[in-house]
């Protein structure tokens, strides 16, 4: 079961964090810093799964931005680590090549993306034209 | 009125929506603070408002702030009137920002109850998507059982997106509401056949997650599942069912027995890592499972750990990774396939990846044997010396002492090895496992009676080196081990060579600079020193080198009574009086040993850690009554133990050893717990994984900066453990073959004699006997206590709710509550009430059925005509 999902940029900063399970909110700020240090303190070498805790962190990380997903001990890192790349792809097809900028732009975008894909800790959908196509109707909706 | 209404909408044009806001913040870097806050004052004055259009704006604003870290629980009320909106776009707003900050601790939370259930119901299949995602991340006990009916309802929607979702929600809302679960199964199951892919893929993830924790109630899907698996082409969906496999074989091995095949099929064919990866795991499960007699399994075993191999071999570091965290697991049950992979493991340790290396020597945990330990943690003590950095390091030292210390010391064979493999690990500067090695060696001290001659030794000279000493300032550093040398030549001082040379080591000035708890260690143990001292001069008739033995102590002593920790000053004053009798003593010629070393007599065993809780309470005891009358006579016994000590003076200290036994014992007792307690490392009741998750580390994740000295430091005195890889070589070889001897007479006997079923001339592990007699104490509990008991399973795990038996079929009493409109004309008759009910209860009341359909048949009869 994922427990979380982060998106923290290289100084540190947290674009995007959905919590699958409740954390106190002074808690999820230390969680996050203490995950982005450990992220950054690797180098390209490593693998990309780390023991923190009672749970398991898979990362990746695309340019200047890294996406963390935090997970139970019985998920399969590699369907994760996978499952981030796919993320990231349907990321890159709604808003066309997209950049650190576009998520924080348009962070309630991003989070009902997510929200297609990772429901209550499981991965529902991992079908790009299934995860847009409600967007693509709540956006003509609101143009009109 | 209008100049109201203008000058609201030009403060309108003013509002900061969300891409403002954040390009606000990033403008405003150096005061962010200041600028967040005017942001969140701006916030409050828009949330007053009653346009919905701008309290969603407001909303939306807070949303992204409560993700920088600020809270918005002030604003959770108006986050329900956002959900309330009619416009889907600010609804959105509003469960979004609901679902990242409402928790079962919101108050607010049970005025939601209508609105979702109204958006639940709502024609637009978006409303009901966006109120069931949002729905996921606060559902708390009260809502679920409220909504239970109207989710199941919803898990046969005609729209796949709605079903998808409902049935995801499920799950969530099995976990609050468990008398749920039954009546709302049997959908479940039928879910699993969708025509929809998407549908389908969520029904498996829940009936996955559900089973397995309770692996037992879902074997009748099993052949459901394994239909689902020859068919399914999708790698999600495929991953989650053998994993699902994974937990039910350990209940049905005749479902192991068919799964090989097709798993290996699978191993064999597929191109995703992910996949092959779960299929390994999977395997080694059913192996697990199944007896191990069967000839095809041992070629399964073997493919799994060829491709394990080539995993690991493989240049990507995650593919390594993942090889060797499935080797860990094969480990387990078949060591002897892991074992000729010994090489590629030790490879391993020296890769540059921290989180390969610590698998690796997880890893090797397992594999050790009698034979290849010390050679394993020779190579060990090599990585030690080489690594850089202190987590790795200490991470090596705990991992070495837990490889020895294995289940009660199974696969040491020369503790003298052992032990000088710990000083060894003493050399280490910058370590906080200072108290491990400590625990390590008295643990071994006390229960090898046989080592304890060389074991003292070992740590007489310890006391003596003087760069312990110098990492005195550090807690938990290496100085701890002191503690341990301390006592053991306290404890065991009738095996010193020279115990006088020790009593004034451990007298010296420097000690003062040690923690308190070592110190108190050296007071204690000083004084055992000094009763053995005292004997031995007294059997030997050395009057005066008795009495310079007790001015030493006359001497040294003052330096502890000055301490500014309590414990080491409390004991040390004690103690000088003691001795400063026992001079008044000696001047008149009384012999006074005998007394002095009866205060230490009695053998000290170690003690179960649950051993306190196992103790039966004794009949006619009541722990709840009080003591005695409360305050008036509390004084008294404030004073009973000045009285004690008034009395000391006079009388001869007779009285204080049977106190004292017990008082030192539990005092021994006590500081073993202590020790227990503070270690890490140390397996106590499982605490929830939640506190885990939420407990922060601390202090002890400051790294501490230690100068690292590249030069072994070579003690005098200390001896090297390497010489011992070649006695102990030289020792088996011997024992080899003495025992050929032997069996070559038997052999001659059993010619002469019948025949006999010998065992075959193969060296295993039972062959090679120990060095030293290894007598190890067990752990005293008291009697007729067990010794493992119920404590470990936590009463409010959610999961064991679920544990329900589904194949029953359903009672009246489990059905759902539903929501029926309340009568208003209270003057109908209960029997009319009856045709609304029997709609949703299935109890057959044929009677009223045949009568309602012998009423319509006449009625079309008549409307025919």
């Not at chain 2, 990492?471 to 550093?477: A, V």
């Not at chain 2, 103690?575 to 000290?604: R, Y």
Request: proline letters at 5%.
């Amino acid at each position: 079961m994922i427990k979380f999902f982060l998106m923290v940029n290289k100084q540190g900063q947290t674009r995007l964090s959905k919590y699958y399970e409740h954390a106190d909110i002074n808690k999820r700020t230390l969680l996050e810093t203490e995950v982005i240090k450990s992220c950054l303190s690797r180098s390209n070498e490593q693998c990309s799964f780390i023991e923190y805790k009672d749970f398991k962190l898979i990362y990746r990380q695309y340019a200047a931005l890294f996406i963390v997903v935090g997970v139970n001990d019985t998920e399969n890192e590699m369907a994760i680590y996978e499952f981030i790349h796919n993320f990231v792809e349907v990321l890159d097809e709604y808003f066309s090549r997209v950049s650190e900028l576009d998520i924080m732009f348009n962070l309630d975008k991003v989070h009902i993306i997510l929200d297609e894909m990772v429901l209550n800790g499981c991965i529902v959908e991992t079908n790009r034209a299934r995860i847009l196509a409600p967007l693509l109707i709540l956006d003509k909706m609101s143009e009109s | 009125m209008a100049l109201k209404m203008v000058k609201g909408s030009i403060d309108r044009m003013f509002d900061k929506n969300l891409q403002d806001l954040v390009r606000g913040i990033r403008n405003h870097k150096e005061d962010e603070a200041k600028y967040i806050s005017q942001c969140i004052d701006e916030i409050k004055q828009e949330l007053k408002q009653d346009n919905i259009a701008v309290k969603a704006n407001a909303v939306c604003k807070l949303t992204y702030l409560q993700m920088l870290g600020y809270d918005i629980s002030w604003a959770a009320f108006n986050i329900i009137e956002v959900m309330s909106a009619s416009k889907f776009t600010f609804k959105r707003i509003g469960y979004l920002a609901a679902s990242q900050s409402f928790h079962e601790g919101t108050d607010v939370i049970m005025l939601t109850t209508n609105q979702i259930r109204k958006d639940l119901s709502s024609p637009s299949q978006y409303d009901t998507g966006v109120a069931l995602t949002g729905l996921s991340c606060f559902v708390t006990p009260d809502l679920a059982r409220d909504l239970a009916n109207d989710i199941m309802t919803l898990m046969s929607h005609t729209k796949p997106y709605i079903r998808k979702k409902a049935v995801l929600i499920m799950y969530k809302v099995f976990l609050k509401y468990p008398e749920s679960l039954r009546p709302a199964f049997p959908r479940l199951k039928e879910k699993l056949e969708d025509p929809d892919p998407g549908v389908q893929s969520a029904a498996v993830n829940v009936i996955c997650e559900l089973a397995r924790r309770n692996p037992k109630n879902y074997l009748s899907l099993a052949p459901l599942f394994f239909k689902l698996m020859t068919s399914s082409t999708n790698n999600w969906v495929l991953i989650k069912i053998i994993k699902l496999f994974g937990a039910l074989t350990p209940l049905e091995p005749r479902l192991g027995k068919k799964l090989i095949e097709p798993l290996t099929n699978l191993i064999h064919s597929t191109s995703a890592m992910s996949l092959l990866y779960e299929c390994v795991n999977t395997v080694i499960a059913v192996l697990i499972s199944l007896s191990s007699g069967m000839p095809n399994h041992s070629a399964s075993i073997q493919l799994c750990v060829q491709k394990l191999r080539i995993l690991i071999e493989d240049s990507d570091q995650n593919l390594k990774y993942l090889g060797l965290l499935a080797m860990s697991k094969i480990l387990k049950t078949h060591p002897k396939s892991v074992q000729s992979h010994k090489d590629l493991i030790l490879q391993c340790l020296d890769d540059k990846d921290e989180s390969i290396r610590l698998r690796a020597l997880d890893l090797l945990y397992g594999m050790v044997s009698k034979k290849n330990l010390m050679e394993i943690v020779k190579k060990l003590m090599t990585h030690v010396d080489k690594a850089e950095g202190t987590t790795y390091r200490d991470e090596l030292l705990t991992k070495i002492i837990d490889i020895c210390s294995q289940s009660n010391y199974q696969y040491i064979t020369n503790f003298e090895w052992y032990i000088s493999i710990l000083v060894e690990l003493t050399r280490l500067e910058g370590t906080r496992h200072g108290h491990l090695i400590a625990a390590q060696m008295l643990d071994v001290a006390i229960r090898v009676k046989a080592i304890r001659k060389f074991a003292v030794s070992q740590m007489s000279a310890l006391l003596d080196s003087a760069h312990l000493l110098a990492s005195s300032t550090q807690r938990n550093g290496i100085c701890e081990v002191l503690y341990a040398a301390a006592w053991i030549c306290g404890e065991f001082s009738e095996h010193l060579q020279e115990p006088h040379h020790t009593l004034e080591a451990m007298l010296r000035p420097r000690v003062t600079t040690l923690p308190g708890h070592i110190q108190a260690v050296y007071v204690q143990n000083v004084v055992k020193l000094y009763a053995s001292i005292l004997q031995q001069k007294e059997q030997a008739r050395e009057a005066e080198g008795a009495q310079a033995v007790t001015q030493l102590m006359v001497d040294r002593l003052p330096q502890f009574v000055q301490s500014a920790d309590l414990e080491v000053q409390e004991r040390a004053s004690c103690i000088l009086q003691l001795v400063k009798h026992i001079q008044k003593l000696q001047a008149k010629d009384v012999p006074v040993a005998e007394e002095v070393s009866a205060l230490f007599a009695g053998e000290l065993n170690p003690v179960a850690p649950k051993a306190q809780k196992k103790v039966p309470v004794p009949e006619g005891l009541d722990l709840d009554a009080w003591i005695n009358e409360p305050l008036s006579d509390s004084e008294s016994e404030d004073e009973r133990p000045r009285a004690v000590f008034h009395e000391e003076e006079q009388r001869r200290p007779k009285h204080r050893p049977s106190e004292a036994d017990e008082e030192e014992l539990a005092r021994r007792r006590e500081a073993r717990k202590q020790e227990q307690a503070n270690n890490p490392f140390y397996i106590k009741s499982s605490p929830s994984p939640q506190k885990r998750y939420q407990d922060t580390p601390g202090v002890e994740h400051i790294p501490v900066v230690q100068i690292d000295l590249s030069v072994p430091l070579k003690v005098p005195g200390l001896p090297m453990s390497d010489q011992y890889v070649k006695l102990e070589e030289e020792r088996r070889h011997r024992q080899k073959l003495e025992k050929d001897k032997r069996r070559k007479k038997r052999k001659e006997k059993e010619k002469k004699g019948k025949r006999r079923h010998s065992s075959l001339p193969t060296e295993s592990d039972e062959d090679i006997a120990p060095a030293q007699q290894v007598d190890i104490v067990t752990e005293e509990m008291p009697e007729n206590a067990l010794p493992s008991d119920e404590d470990d399973k936590d009463p409010n795990d959610p999961y064991r709710a679920l544990d329900i038996d589904l194949d029953k079929p359903l009672a009246d009493s489990e059905k759902l509550p539903i929501q029926k409109h309340r009568n208003t004309e209270t003057s109908k008759s209960p029997e009319k009430d009856v045709p609304m009910v029997e709609k949703k209860s299935k109890k057959p009341k044929k009677k009223k059925k045949k009568k309602k359909k012998k009423k319509k048949k006449k009625k079309k009869k008549k409307k025919k005509k």
